[in-house]
């Protein structure tokens, strides 16, 4: 006798995730597994998952046992909002009965981006009438930037001179002259 409740055979209406971006594939995501009390044919559950449009290619597939698992690499740069999409269980009885449950996978960043600078080079000028007092602390030369696609602390940026240049001149930065300062990240 089929089970007429069948859309409730998931436990819970709703399975959030929360899973590290990855390169991995086949990695095992959790299980939504539905129960269905029916015996034989009608109670033998198979598994589809219903891929919104416009989200993009489907990372993930859905075993005979409800467990997800990843197809392809999950980047969270590119999928900020993380993943939303249905889980279908079909039964194998006839009438072919069915239960869906929502599934959330949110992507924790990983620090996988480098930074970059906004620009390849930079041009300052000083001026002509500075002082020879000021020090390097005291003027502002101008100013570099750079972006990480990475959020939160793998986002922030430490600038740093590289250290294997020697910087001590009798007359740092004199007029007319180019230097070129490399920056690195720590």
């Known amino acids: 006798?089929?089970?007429?409740?069948?859309?409730?055979?998931?436990?819970?209406?709703?399975?959030?995730?929360?899973v590290s971006e990855t390169n991995d594939i086949g990695l095992l995501i959790g299980e939504v597994t539905a129960l269905d009390p029916d015996l034989g044919l009608n109670g033998e559950l198979n598994y589809s998952i219903h891929w919104p449009p416009g989200q993009g290619p489907n990372p993930f597939e859905v075993n005979e046992k409800g467990e997800l698992i990843t197809r392809m690499p999950l980047d969270r740069e590119n999928q900020p909002e993380g993943y939303h999409f249905i889980v279908n269980a079909y039964d194998n009885g006839e009438p072919r009965l069915s239960g869906s449950t929502h599934v959330e996978i949110a992507l924790i960043d990983i620090n996988d981006c480098h930074p970059i600078f906004t620009q390849v080079n930079y041009h300052f000028s000083l001026d002509e009438e500075l002082e020879m007092n000021y020090t390097i602390e005291s003027y502002v030369i101008g100013q570099v930037k750079a972006t990480d696609c990475d959020i939160g602390l793998n986002a922030q940026l430490i600038y740093s001179l590289d250290t294997t240049i020697d910087y001590k001149m009798d007359h740092p930065f004199q007029v007319g002259k180019t230097y070129i300062i490399p920056f690195y990240f720590i």
């Open 1 to 18: 006798m089929a089970c007429v409740h069948l859309e409730r055979i998931f436990q819970y209406y709703l399975h959030v995730r929360f």
